[in-house]
């Protein structure tokens, strides 16, 4: 499987949780069945199959201080079930960083 994020700017955005159990991605805890789709807000166009391997593009919630891997995200390839590791969304105001 191959994902494709696209990043769309949302206040308060969250980080978003994805999980793949074959056909079905669960993202925020909301299933998606790629092989009916129906009105999955997460989805930016429909899923396509390409010889046997699922091609998607997520909407991916970024906040205003989204670093560079979110906003310019690389193409994520996805080989077996379980969570998805995705980009930091936002990063924390400067009172929430910790002091060294």
Do not use: K
């Not at 990043?7 to 074959?22: H, I, K, S, V, W």
């Amino acid at each position: 499987m191959q994902i494709t994020l696209s990043p769309q700017y949302r206040d308060g955005a969250e980080q978003m949780t994805l999980t793949r159990t074959g056909d079905v991605l669960s993202i925020d805890g909301t299933d998606c069945d790629l092989t009916a789709p129906g009105d999955c807000p997460w989805l930016a166009e429909p899923p396509v199959q390409v010889d046997g391997a699922w091609r998607v593009v997520l909407v991916f919630p970024v906040g205003p201080r989204a670093p560079h891997e979110a906003l310019f995200p690389a193409q994520i390839t996805v080989e077996g079930d379980g969570p998805v590791a995705l980009p930091p969304c936002d990063m924390p105001d400067a009172e929430e960083i910790p002091p060294l």
